[in-house]
């Protein structure tokens, strides 16, 4: 098993707080995406990661693919209630498998 | 607009019960999956698919068993339910790896 920790676990903030959700791990990986789950929904797809050190943005969010393709960050800016969710991350392994590893995900609350 | 079904939202059964949990795609993907998801565990696979009638075991197979008899249906089976087995489980379909994964709202099932 690849393990990829998120980190913080749980993340509550004030609306138009800035925050970042970090992903790592010690294997390398082809690529990289994040999803972000809302209650009683499935995962969705944000966005994918996939040369090293390669930055995404995507309206407030800004995601980050680790130089070495071990780890990932997404930055919120001025977040808003609508953000609340589940993120998580998941890596394409190098080799092998024919799955993604998730990470152990990152629940965000936005207060208004 | 693409789609992932899955047959409940919100299933409770007995200790020793054997249960069902049916997804159905609609995009004609080769590949489909089964996870499961606990807080702090992230999304955790059991078993997936790349065809019709193969499958392969992911990193929490025991106590379950999968049937892939139709490219657009995976099923997930409990032979005997145990308490243990009480999570949210997601179904999700990709027509490649590297690519979105599509999933289903989940069904929550609750082990008596």
């Known amino acids: 098993t690849q393990l990829l920790e998120q980190s913080p676990q749980f993340l509550s903030i004030q609306e138009g707080e800035n925050l970042t959700v970090y992903c790592n791990s010690s294997?390398?990986?082809?690529?990289l995406q994040w999803y972000r789950q809302e209650p009683g929904e499935g995962p969705v797809l944000l966005v994918t990661v996939v040369t090293g050190g390669e930055v995404k943005k995507l309206k407030r969010l800004t995601f980050q693919f680790g130089d070495a393709r071990k780890d990932s960050s997404l930055h919120i800016t001025a977040a808003q209630p609508g953000d609340t969710g589940l993120y998580l991350c998941a890596g394409e392994p190098q080799t092998g498998a024919n799955n993604l590893f998730f990470g152990t995900g990152t629940r965000l609350t936005v207060i208004p | 607009d693409v789609k992932v079904t899955q047959s409940s939202r919100y299933l409770v059964k007995r200790t020793g019960e054997k249960v069902f949990l049916e997804c159905v795609q609609d995009m004609d993907h080769e590949n489909m999956f089964w996870y499961r998801q606990d807080p702090g565990l992230g999304l955790r696979l059991i078993y997936f698919?790349?065809?019709?009638?193969?499958?392969e075991k992911g990193d929490i197979p025991e106590g379950y068993s999968v049937s892939r008899e139709k490219k657009e249906r995976f099923s997930l089976i409990l032979e005997s339910a145990s308490t243990n087995q009480t999570s949210m489980y997601l179904c999700?379909?990709?027509?490649?790896?590297?690519?979105?994964?599509?999933f289903g709202p989940g069904t929550r099932l609750t082990v008596t």
């Open positions: 294997s390398v990986f082809s690529s």
């Open positions: 698919s790349y065809d019709v009638k193969m499958k």
């Open positions: 999700a379909s990709t027509i490649n790896l590297a690519y979105e994964q599509y």
